[in-house]
């Protein structure tokens, strides 16, 4: 099997499918089978999971998920990226491939059918420009994920694991570590991806909480008042 963190082998690829990268979409593929590993040792994947991949792109990530997880369903938003797929993965009985915006699916129906609505963990390589709505819609729609491994711009990532006290600490800290608790995997500079982004990203799991550390009446208002505080 053809690596394809190789910039050759993207580039065969993409000429073979006239395929164009989408600064729109946000597309920036991995080119280092390193931060590849690193992934999946962060996201702590084992045989017996069931794994939501968001973005595949051409299946670099996907992969090593398929052949180490026991369920993937990975969503791409992208339609000319389909018959790239079906290339790079082939059909590995253990694998679907989702066409949609994971912004608009019906998630909650994806994981029961494919799933059995069952626990599952999610991987993806996140656009910057929607890094946060994405999170935030798994964690208030109290999917029944348990981590989220994602990466993402390194200055939110930071703002995410801040601690009080820290420059970073704000209301999106507050939100991510209401419903998980964040630990950074890695740091990704962005001369390891194709094209080159112009900031750089960091790796951050994101594991669910069974409980939030705070008992709060009203979440909403909670929330509410604490973007008030910070604004």
Known sequence: MKSLTSPKVIKDIMERHNFRFSKSLGQNFLIDGNIVK????GAEITKEDRVLEIGP???TLTQELVSTAAKVVAVEIDKSLLPVLEETLGQPPNLRIVHGDILKIDIRGLINEFFEGKEFKVVA????YITTPIIMRFLEEDLPFTALTVMIQKEVAQRMAAKPGQKEYGSLSVAIQYYTKPRIVCKVPSSVFMPKPKVDSIVIALD???EPPVDVFDRDLFFKV???AFA
């Not at 390589?125 to 910057?128: C, D, S």
């Open 208 to 210: 669910r909480l069974e």
């Open 226 to 228: 604490v973007r008030a």
């Open 125 to 128: 390589n996140l656009p910057y």
């Open 38 to 41: 690193k992934i999946m040792e």
């Open 57 to 59: 792109g051409i299946g």
